[in-house]
Every structure is written in structure tokens, then in C-alpha cells.
């Protein structure tokens, strides 16, 4: 990640990434209960190489959405996620934070 990427707005990035004809996803938190890493609002945006800016969370978790994220790219249906350590696989993704997000996932364009 390049220091300009960093201060950079990863809606910005969506845009820049449209604009070069990349097929790109964004990811936002759109609900969080109990301790969550990120607020709501966060966003976390990919394209259809796996290349990724911005965060929803971190850890395992940010890997489960890029993933989620391919496949709405290639399906282009939106995906709501959860996750939480009401979840068996909550540790296991890296919310072990004790709280839950839920993070919608929609394809640009």
C-alpha cells in the first residue's frame, strides 16, 4: 500500500479504479453490536484481481469479504455478511473482539 493510498478515501479509490475499466466491489459496515473494530460506515473496496484498499475489520475477516467481494463481482448480486462470536467461526475469521458486523457487499456499475 502506497502512502498516498493510505490517505486516500477508499470511495475515492472505487472511483479511480471504475474509472481505469478495473470491475471493483465495495464493502461497508453497515451494523455493529458490542465491541466491533471498525464503525459503521467503514468501507473496504476490491477489484476483480483480489487488489484491496480501506478495511471493515481486519484479520481473517477482511479475507472472508475480499473473497465474498469476487463473487459478487463475477455474479454481480450483493451479499449481506455477519460476523460474530455468536458465530462457531467467529475466532476462526478474527472477531474475537466479543462483538458482531454486519457488512453489505455490492458491485460498482
Not at 472505487?14 to 471493483?24: C, N
Request: negative net charge; aromatic residues 6%; contains cysteine.
Amino acid at each position: 500500500m502506497t502512502t498516498d493510498a493510505v490517505l486516500r478515501d477508499p470511495l475515492e479509490i472505487a472511483e479511480s479504479w471504475f474509472a481505469e475499466g478495473r470491475s471493483v466491489a465495495i464493502a461497508t459496515v453497515i451494523e455493529t453490536w458490542g465491541s466491533a473494530p471498525r464503525p459503521v460506515g467503514s468501507h473496504l473496496v476490491i477489484d476483480g484481481e483480489g487488489n484491496f484498499e480501506g478495511s471493515v475489520s481486519g484479520g481473517c475477516v477482511e479475507g472472508a469479504v475480499i473473497s465474498e467481494a469476487l463473487d459478487v463481482i463475477e455474479r454481480g448480486m450483493p451479499k449481506m455478511l455477519e460476523f460474530g462470536v455468536a458465530d462457531e467461526t467467529a475466532w476462526r475469521v478474527g472477531l474475537s473482539c466479543g462483538g458482531r458486523i454486519r457488512v453489505q457487499v455490492e458491485r460498482l456499475g
